[in-house]
């Protein structure tokens, strides 16, 4: 076993493992693990590797993984005892697959391919890790649920360099994901270098203010004194590329188009549709040297990039421009399209033809499918799993990475316990309940989800410390829910194996969140509560949920869900005041007089975002459902806060009713609640 590795590991961990339960943990949990009784392996100064390939070039890759995952150990051409063996078996697994035999003198994995050893070598060292150098006689058969299984990274909002990049990579390799997708390109900043058009890196690239929070819209040269920002090089990118080539991650680049391009629209405002810079994000689509532009752009970025997939971005074009733009208004004329969805569409068809003429294929947001989908595009699906679905439907293949599960840029806990995010929360087992294809779906819709993805967007994120701080641990369960079969999940068996994992990256000096402090929800939202009026008929009395936040809809306030620290987590009922004097007003039938001693409800305030608690709340009852008498108004007076906060708005007393009537009030702000408990 490596010397300068192994032993470092045992020093920091020894204390804190449970041999037992340690011995066959492994992140992503693999498909098959039989633990015959038998002599366990035991690693020592003189363990060797053995490489047994179909030809050379294949041992000369082999070996190269064999260091990375082993750093300066020997490969040896002979068996001897005491051995890890690699062995290829072309055509006897399927891609990515292996299997592993642990027995006393030797540790075999066999696979039909380099990743596939890769992977089992990456258990290997998982199990070493786990066991002090002493691992179980055992027998894993293992092998992907997804063939993608991807991290995205946003390198715009905040770049990182490229040691950032590569350690990332190396912890993806672990986990067996094999796709880093690098958003390079966002109205904050341009990070690829293209020899045609220097500006993009010359200029598109910087900006006065460190941080995206302290930019302020505009663009600076680079040689400017107090100029933040920064791109990748060509010879960069390549090294990056091979780095994770290395390790069997393929390296996809987006460019966004035709929206997002407020910085290249800075540096060739030609290429909008009025000409004027810091005026638009979306490219004109009716000039043609915005095709001519993009393309040069996609030579260069295919000649750096061996990928397959190039992403094209394609999400939130505003398309407001395009409507009122002479030359767009004629392409759309002569293309015979309707309206500016079908002008998205068009231009998506044509930069896929343009990707697919030079042998590659077109990977983008789900807005892609506005207007219609291209012939050969593959949807990335992020503003829920219904987009990639219906892709999936109708023959295209999907990857999944809805907000709800796989955004790694929302609060990981309690929100005031977190450093910055962009909103939202997303525990850990959140992101493990995913399932990207559930058997709900049909067989032909399952084969065509390829895989999910984490996305890590980086406005509130500004250093490398943050950036791994959102990463890990919620990357262990991504790598999870895309490596191991859904029969196979228990959350509570993976949080045990993640917290060893973590720990380990933390030791390694990864800026991990430390799961063990983890506080979770909201103790509300932990089980249903138990009250009279559960299950009961709600009306909303000439008041409307907002659309954008209907919860379980009519159901929400007698369903017994409470909410948790987020406004969005489907559990809260929005409602919008207005102008108007009524916003939340709501009955709730009994069905039959009752004897109640409590009514009451949970209100969420967060005022960044206009999310206020009410006003004013009236409770009132009824027997006939017409004539209502006051039980009690609350009124407050509220203070502005940034912080998450809850509060009781209720009425105790004894009351025999019917109907029970709920009004909260709070003009040109939002209300929202969860549940209307009654006792
Ligand atoms: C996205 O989050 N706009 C893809």
């Given at each position: 076993?490596?010397?300068?590795?192994?032993?470092?590991?045992?020093?920091?961990?020894?204390?804190?493992?449970?041999?037992?339960?340690?011995?066959?943990?492994?992140?992503?949990?693999?498909?098959?693990?039989?633990?015959?009784?038998?002599?366990?392996?035991?690693?020592?100064?003189?363990?060797?590797?053995?490489?047994?390939?179909?030809?050379?070039?294949?041992?000369?890759?082999?070996?190269?993984?064999?260091?990375?995952?082993?750093?300066?150990?020997?490969?040896?051409?002979?068996?001897?005892?005491?051995?890890?063996?690699?062995?290829?078996?072309?055509?006897?697994?399927?891609?990515?697959?292996?299997?592993?035999?642990?027995?006393?003198?030797?540790?075999?994995?066999?696979?039909?391919?380099?990743?596939?050893?890769?992977?089992?070598?990456?258990?290997?060292?998982?199990?070493?890790?786990?066991?002090?150098?002493?691992?179980?006689?055992?027998?894993?058969?293992?092998?992907?649920?997804?063939?993608?299984?991807?991290?995205?990274?946003?390198?715009?909002?905040?770049?990182?360099?490229?040691?950032?990049?590569?350690?990332?990579?190396?912890?993806?390799?672990?986990?067996?994901?094999?796709?880093?997708?690098?958003?390079?390109?966002?109205?904050?900043g341009?990070?690829?270098?293209?020899?045609?058009?220097?500006?993009?890196t010359e200029y598109a690239a910087w900006r006065q203010?460190?941080?995206?929070?302290?930019?302020?819209?505009?663009y600076c040269e680079r040689?400017d004194?107090?100029a933040h920002g920064g791109?990748?090089?060509?010879?960069?990118?390549?090294?990056?590329?091979?780095?994770?080539?290395?390790?069997?991650?393929?390296?996809?680049?987006?460019?966004?188009?035709?929206?997002?391009?407020?910085?290249?629209?800075?540096?060739?405002?030609?290429?909008?549709?009025?000409?004027?810079?810091?005026?638009?994000?979306?490219?004109?689509?009716?000039?043609?040297?915005?095709?001519?532009?993009?393309?040069?752009?996609?030579?260069?970025?295919?000649?750096?990039?061996?990928?397959?997939?190039?992403?094209?971005?394609?999400?939130?074009?505003?398309?407001?421009?395009?409507?009122?733009?002479?030359?767009?208004?004629?392409?759309?004329?002569?293309?015979?399209?309707?309206?500016?969805?079908?002008?998205?569409?068009?231009?998506?068809?044509?930069?896929?033809?343009?990707?697919?003429?030079?042998?590659?294929?077109?990977?983008?947001?789900?807005?892609?499918?506005?207007?219609?989908?291209?012939?050969?595009?593959?949807?990335?699906?992020?503003?829920?799993?219904?987009?990639?679905?219906?892709?999936?439907?109708?023959?295209?293949?999907?990857?999944?990475?809805?907000?709800?599960?796989?955004?790694?840029?929302?609060?990981?806990?309690?929100?005031?316990?977190?450093?910055?995010?962009?909103?939202?929360?997303?525990?850990?087992?959140?992101?493990?309940?995913?399932?990207?294809?559930?058997?709900?779906?049909?067989?032909?819709?399952?084969?065509?989800?390829?895989?999910?993805?984490?996305?890590?967007?980086?406005?509130?994120?500004?250093?490398?410390?943050?950036?791994?701080?959102?990463?890990?641990?919620?990357?262990?369960?991504?790598?999870?829910?895309?490596?191991?079969?859904?029969?196979?999940?228990?959350?509570?068996?993976?949080?045990?194996?993640?917290?060893?994992?973590?720990?380990?990256?933390?030791?390694?000096?990864?800026?991990?969140?430390?799961?063990?402090?983890?506080?979770?929800?909201?103790?509300?939202?932990?089980?249903?509560?138990?009250?009279?009026?559960?299950?009961?008929?709600?009306?909303?009395?000439?008041?409307?949920?907002?659309?954008?936040?209907?919860?379980?809809?009519?159901?929400?306030?007698?369903?017994?869900?409470?909410?948790?620290?987020?406004?969005?987590?489907?559990?809260?009922?929005?409602?919008?005041?207005?102008?108007?004097?009524?916003?939340?007003?709501?009955?709730?039938?009994?069905?039959?007089?009752?004897?109640?001693?409590?009514?009451?409800?949970?209100?969420?305030?967060?005022?960044?975002?206009?999310?206020?608690?009410?006003?004013?709340?009236?409770?009132?009852?009824?027997?006939?459902?017409?004539?209502?008498?006051?039980?009690?108004?609350?009124?407050?007076?509220?203070?502005?806060?940034?912080?998450?906060?809850?509060?009781?708005?209720?009425?105790?007393?004894?009351?025999?009713?019917?109907?029970?009537?709920?009004?909260?009030?709070?003009?040109?702000?939002?209300?929202?609640?969860?549940?209307?408990?009654?006792?």
């Amino acid at each position: 076993m490596n010397r300068s590795v192994i032993p470092a590991l045992f020093v920091v961990l020894i204390t804190a493992l449970p041999l037992c339960a340690a011995e066959t943990a492994v992140v992503p949990r693999p498909a098959s693990v039989e633990t015959p009784d038998g002599k366990a392996f035991e690693f020592n100064d003189n363990t060797s590797l053995r490489i047994i390939a179909p030809d050379d070039s294949m041992s000369a890759t082999l070996a190269d993984c064999v260091s990375s995952v082993f750093p300066g150990h020997e490969i040896s051409g002979k068996r001897s005892k005491n051995q890890i063996e690699l062995r290829v078996n072309l055509g006897e697994y399927t891609p990515e697959a292996y299997d592993l035999t642990v027995g006393k003198d030797r540790i075999l994995i066999e696979a039909s391919d380099g990743a596939g050893l890769f992977y089992g070598l990456q258990t290997v060292r998982q199990l070493a890790d786990n066991g002090f150098g002493r691992i179980p006689n055992m027998q894993i058969s293992d092998a992907p649920r997804f063939p993608y299984r991807g991290v995205m990274i946003d390198v715009s909002r905040n770049f990182r360099d490229k040691n950032f990049i590569k350690k990332q990579i190396d912890a993806m390799s672990r986990l067996k994901l094999n796709r880093l997708h690098l958003h390079l390109t966002d109205g904050a900043g341009w990070r690829i270098q293209i020899d045609k058009y220097p500006r993009l890196t010359e200029y598109a690239a910087w900006r006065q203010g460190e941080t995206w929070k302290q930019w302020n819209g505009r663009y600076c040269e680079r040689t400017d004194s107090g100029a933040h920002g920064g791109f990748y090089t060509k010879e960069d990118l390549r090294d990056i590329i091979k780095y994770a080539a290395d390790r069997f991650i393929t390296v996809i680049p987006e460019i966004e188009m035709p929206a997002h391009s407020e910085e290249v629209l800075a540096a060739y405002p030609e290429l909008s549709c009025t000409g004027e810079p810091f005026k638009h994000s979306d490219f004109c689509i009716g000039n043609e040297k915005t095709f001519e532009f993009l393309q040069d752009i996609i030579d260069e970025v295919i000649e750096i990039f061996p990928s397959e997939y190039i992403h094209i971005g394609g999400d939130e074009a505003s398309k407001q421009a395009w409507k009122s733009c002479p030359k767009c208004q004629k392409r759309m004329i002569d293309e015979g399209l309707e309206d500016v969805d079908g002008l998205q569409s068009y231009f998506v068809h044509r930069i896929e033809q343009y990707l697919n003429s030079k042998g590659r294929a077109l990977i983008g947001w789900d807005e892609i499918m506005e207007g219609g989908l291209a012939p050969n595009a593959t949807v990335l699906s992020w503003r829920g799993p219904q987009h990639g679905i219906r892709a999936a439907e109708s023959g295209h293949n999907a990857v999944m990475a809805p907000g709800r599960f796989c955004y790694f840029d929302g609060y990981q806990d309690v929100p005031h316990t977190q450093p910055e995010a962009i909103g939202g929360y997303l525990p850990i087992s959140l992101v493990y309940s995913f399932d990207p294809a559930p058997d709900s779906l049909s067989v032909e819709t399952r084969n065509n989800i390829k895989g999910v993805e984490a996305t890590m967007f980086t406005e509130y994120i500004a250093t490398d410390e943050h950036a791994e701080y959102m990463l890990y641990p919620r990357m262990l369960a991504l790598a999870e829910v895309a490596w191991t079969p859904q029969a196979l999940r228990d959350y509570d068996d993976f949080r045990e194996r993640a917290l060893m994992f973590n720990d380990r990256l933390i030791s390694e000096g990864y800026h991990a969140f430390d799961l063990h402090k983890e506080i979770g929800n909201r103790k509300e939202a932990l089980a249903p509560v138990d009250h009279l009026a559960r299950g009961k008929r709600v009306i909303y009395n000439d008041c409307e949920w907002s659309w954008k936040y209907p919860a379980a809809g009519a159901s929400t306030f007698t369903d017994g869900l409470r909410g948790g620290w987020i406004y969005t987590d489907g559990r809260w009922q929005g409602f919008y005041n207005g102008d108007t004097d009524r916003a939340l007003d709501v009955t709730v039938d009994m069905d039959e007089p009752t004897d109640i001693t409590y009514v009451g409800a949970d209100f969420i305030q967060l005022c960044p975002p206009n999310v206020w608690f009410p006003e004013k709340v009236i409770i009132s009852y009824s027997n006939d459902g017409e004539n209502f008498t006051t039980l009690t108004t609350i009124t407050t007076n509220l203070l502005r806060d940034n912080k998450v906060a809850f509060r009781n708005f209720s009425w105790a007393g004894n009351v025999r009713a019917r109907y029970i009537r709920y009004q909260a009030y709070n003009r040109w702000r939002f209300v929202f609640t969860d549940e209307i408990v009654i006792r």
